[in-house]
């Protein structure tokens, strides 16, 4: 047990056959309310309070679980923030027979401390222990920023798109009607669905909205659908024993191969009441697998003039953007392209991936000292194919005008030799920019280099947390490869600034080399040494320089 963190809740549950569908798997909604309940446990562990769930992050299921098997959930809370907390889910698969282990799904569920009515319940802060630990309660910021936004990000994309809709055509296909598809239930919430509050468990409503939601899929294919997806949701409200729960569903689309399902689910208290409350809307992914295991080609959907074509074009916005989130967000870090197409509909997932990717890098344990040279220390970390530095220094400047100086890279030429110039592109947002950067450093080729940088700046959300100022490689249709520059390309870097006092800051650079930057490396160790210490003395004296002239802008602000 020893290392093991104080809110960790591990469950495991046999799958016997009052678990399963008719093919002897593991029901989707059995396993979200084993999902939620491992959470809630761990949250409320921390807590010391009733917990209740307030989102779910989206939930990709990679396999099915059979008759027999033992489902083993690991759950342990990220991060606390106010009176919310972000849990991490670990979901995966174990046969007795053979011993096989098999990762199902990870899942990040929010949940809210309740105290007594009318009391507001502040959370103590975690402190994180191990490299993850530390790693995920930085990087569950970022998750937190990311779902305030995202609808934000769905309205965005469809204002951006074409009004009218445009039914996809497919040969030979069936079309159904997506009124034919439409499912609607209700459920009775009994004392064994709540909790000792006598609160509805999430888990519960999201196992009934799964129930329906199969349904209406089961009814466009002919067929029984496998659950793929969930896409990220919020609970709107609670519910209580004794309401009645009224479950709708239909199939918004159906592409190629996947079906977006939309499911809500609405509460009221007595039998003849008028008005009900919303608790809770999901989309769902189905798919429908052949004998050996391949998604079958689905039938068209036609949608129902009004709401039905505004659901088919949202189902088509959000596809796009789950694409986006998955492609970008659920990558491992040496799995994601160096240049990632930048676009507005995934400009909040890369902005996410390049200032996680640096926090990662940060919480990584095992730098090594490889010089020290009067204030400048220079540590280096070496893990698979990639080589990364960390050059720090303690500067005589309070942290925000540290981070405001170098998080424009158009000044950056005054510290920085090897920058010629950097164009501001595109401001994206108050957070994110987009630089064209031109570089005095040749390449192979004997031409100089530029670059197309994504900067993401994010300022501490709790006391403790560094400024962070990210940079990585984006690829834009208006700055394409020019044939007199060497197109460069930059992984991850940035800075990293922790105030030591009013006036006093520990400022960091990092940088993870590529693997074309290895061999360059490897055979000027000490002369890259050398360079990384004057630069860094240079963008000190940069710092010291323009802080005063800095304090007298903020000020005529």
């Not at 008759?67 to 972000?86: D, L, P, W, Y």
């Not at 103590?124 to 920023?145: D, G, V, Y």
């Not at 044939?483 to 922790?498: D, I, Y």
Request: proline share 5%; glycine share 4%; with cysteine.
């Amino acid at each position: 047990m020893g290392g093991r963190s104080p809110t960790e809740v591990q469950m495991s549950q046999l799958v016997l056959p009052c678990h399963t569908n008719h093919r002897g798997e593991l029901s989707a909604g059995q396993l979200l309310k084993w999902i939620d309940t491992a959470a809630c446990l761990s949250a409320e562990r921390h807590a010391g309070c009733p917990c209740v769930t307030a989102s779910m992050d989206d939930i990709y299921f990679e396999h099915t679980i059979s008759v027999g098997q033992v489902v083993n959930i690991k759950a342990k809370v990220n991060r606390a923030f106010n009176s919310s907390m972000e849990v991490g889910i670990q979901v995966s698969y174990e046969d007795l027979c053979s011993g096989k282990h098999c990762s199902i799904c990870k899942a990040y569920a929010t949940f809210v401390a309740q105290g007594p009515p009318g009391t507001k319940v502040k959370l103590k802060p975690l402190a994180p222990q191990t490299e993850e630990e530390k790693i995920e309660h930085s990087i569950a910021a970022e998750r937190r920023r990311m779902r305030l936004v995202h609808k934000d990000t769905l309205k965005d994309l469809l204002t951006r798109s074409p009004r009218d809709t445009e039914l996809e055509t497919r040969d030979g296909s069936v079309v159904v009607p997506a009124e034919k598809t439409r499912v609607e239930s209700v459920e009775l919430v009994l004392p064994p669905h709540a909790n000792h509050q006598g609160n509805t468990f999430g888990g519960q409503i999201m196992a009934w909205m799964e129930n329906v939601a199969t349904i209406a899929a089961s009814r466009l294919c002919h067929a029984h659908p496998t659950l793929r997806a969930i896409e990220m949701f919020h609970f709107r409200g609670p519910s209580q024993v004794g309401d009645r729960l009224v479950l709708k569903a239909i199939v918004n689309n159906a592409f190629k191969n996947s079906m977006e399902v939309g499911v809500c689910a609405e509460a009221y208290d007595q039998e003849m009441s008028v008005s009900r409350r919303h608790i809770n809307s999901a989309f769902m992914t189905f798919v429908v697998l052949d004998e050996e295991g391949r998604p079958r080609t689905l039938p068209m959907v036609v949608p129902q003039p009004g709401d039905g074509e505004r659901r088919y074009r949202e189902a088509s916005a959000r596809k796009k953007i789950r694409l986006d989130r998955k492609y970008v967000v659920s990558c491992k870090q040496n799995e994601v392209p160096l240049s990632v197409p930048w676009d507005q509909s995934n400009k909040v997932y890369l902005s996410y991936n390049n200032v996680s990717a640096l926090k990662t890098l940060v919480a990584k344990a095992n730098w090594a000292l490889a010089r020290e040279k009067e204030k400048v220390r220079i540590y280096t970390l070496e893990e698979d194919k990639f080589l990364s530095f960390r050059i720090e220094m303690s500067v005589r400047i309070a942290a925000g005008q540290a981070f405001s100086l170098l998080s424009d890279l158009r000044r950056r030429h005054e510290w920085d030799r090897h920058y010629a110039s950097a164009e501001l592109v595109q401001q994206v947002d108050e957070d994110d920019a987009i630089y064209h950067v031109l570089s005095q450093t040749l390449s192979h080729e004997n031409k100089p280099q530029d670059f197309v940088i994504l900067a993401s700046r994010r300022k501490p959300c709790d006391k403790g947390d560094p400024y962070v100022v990210a940079f990585r490689s984006v690829t834009l249709p208006t700055h394409p490869a020019c044939p007199s520059f060497t197109r460069g390309e930059t992984l991850c870097s940035g800075f990293c600034v922790w105030p030591e006092g009013e006036e006093t800051s520990k400022v960091a650079y990092y940088n993870q080399a590529t693997p074309g930057y290895l061999a360059y490396v490897t055979t000027n160790v000490a002369g890259l040494s050398s360079d990384f210490c004057a630069t860094f003395e240079a963008c000190e004296r940069f710092l010291l320089k323009n802080k005063d002239d800095l304090i007298a802008r903020l000020r005529d602000l």
